[in-house]
């Protein structure tokens, strides 16, 4: 009996010239490329409460609350409109985005849509928007800088980026964002902490590329793919299997020291072979081969870098 079992993509989605560095090679030395690696700053998940209720003139109004504590760093935030997003104003926003133009973005300290008498501005996220603060008539400088742009995920849907350094704590971490037509339903929003890091210039410039990470997700010497599920390390000369037709047959030696991506595996039998890729398979034996699976934050950054 036969059963397969393959996390995401098949396992044809690597070829046997997806090998990793073989990290015992003396063409790349490991401590420094996993020190480069560690000096790269990783978010964090932050969770969004959304707070609605009414306002001074009975209407209904709702935000996105942020807690962060007493921590300070980089805030990111990431948008997409719902389908329930009125379509004329979409498509007004996502053009004045698109010129770098208002949308209305601001951080705020209080809740400032239910009770704007006590809300003070802490970031303005383009420009163009004011911020009102500090008990003033006219619009006042920001108190800190912050980003608006715009990109496409790996999914190709279109996203809103908004990001600021935050290097004190107001409001016992406490904060808001605030925006017209931030109705329930509206928008899906996700949002990340570099704690103790000012990383927004960095961030901004990989908004097209990896927002909200600055790199691609590493692991050791190595990126770790998506729906990749572990690594295989040579510890002997191992054969390398071809299956054909239910069979295996020997398509080369793997050397001590290799490495490769595993996405799945196969059980033949009662026996068990990782799946290589190209239909190449490794026998599952800890004599010959060292399996190592990565880490749950590893994961999860591989999971917002392709699929948020």
């Known amino acids: 009996m036969k059963k397969i079992v393959l996390a995401g993509a098949v396992t044809a989605a690597l070829s046997l010239g997806a090998v990793m560095p073989f990290e015992s090679s003396g063409l790349i030395n490991p401590n420094k490329v996993e020190a480069s690696v560690l000096a790269t700053p990783l978010p964090v998940d932050l969770p969004l409460e959304y707070v609605s209720g009414v306002d001074e003139y009975g209407l209904n109004k709702s935000q996105y609350k942020i807690d962060l504590g007493n921590r300070t760093g980089t805030l990111i935030l990431k948008l997409y409109m719902t389908e329930k997003y009125p379509k004329n104003f979409a498509?007004?926003?996502?053009?004045?985005?698109k010129r770098n133009r208002a949308a209305g973005f601001t951080l705020m300290d209080s809740d400032s849509a239910i009770n704007p008498e006590n809300a003070k501005g802490l970031a303005a996220f383009d420009r163009y928007s004011p911020i009102y603060g500090d008990g003033s008539i006219l619009p006042t400088f920001k108190y800190t800088s912050g980003f608006q742009n715009v990109g496409v995920n790996k999914k190709g849907e279109r996203f809103i980026a908004l990001g600021v350094y935050l290097n004190k704590n107001v409001n016992k971490g406490v904060y808001y964002l605030d925006t017209p037509n931030m109705a329930t339903g509206h928008w899906s929003a996700k949002a990340y902490f570099y704690e103790n890091v000012d990383v927004e210039k960095k961030v901004f410039n990989e908004v097209k590329r990896y927002f909200p990470l600055l790199d691609k997700v590493r692991w050791g010497v190595a990126e770790l793919k998506?729906?990749?599920?572990?690594?295989?390390?040579?510890?002997?000369?191992t054969p390398l299997l071809k299956e054909t037709a239910g069979r295996f047959n020997t398509a080369r030696t793997l050397k001590k020291g290799e490495q490769?991506?595993?996405?799945?595996?196969?059980?033949?039998?009662?026996?068990?072979?990782?799946?290589?890729?190209?239909?190449h398979f490794v026998e599952m034996n800890t004599n010959l081969a060292k399996y190592e699976t990565p880490a749950k934050n590893k994961l999860r950054l591989v999971k917002i870098l392709h699929e948020e």
């Open 226 to 237: 998506h729906n990749q599920i572990g690594r295989l390390t040579m510890l002997k000369d």
């Open 91 to 97: 498509d007004t926003l996502y053009a004045d985005v």
């Open 260 to 279: 490769y991506r595993i996405y799945g595996y196969k059980e033949i039998n009662g026996k068990g072979f990782y799946s290589v890729g190209g239909g």
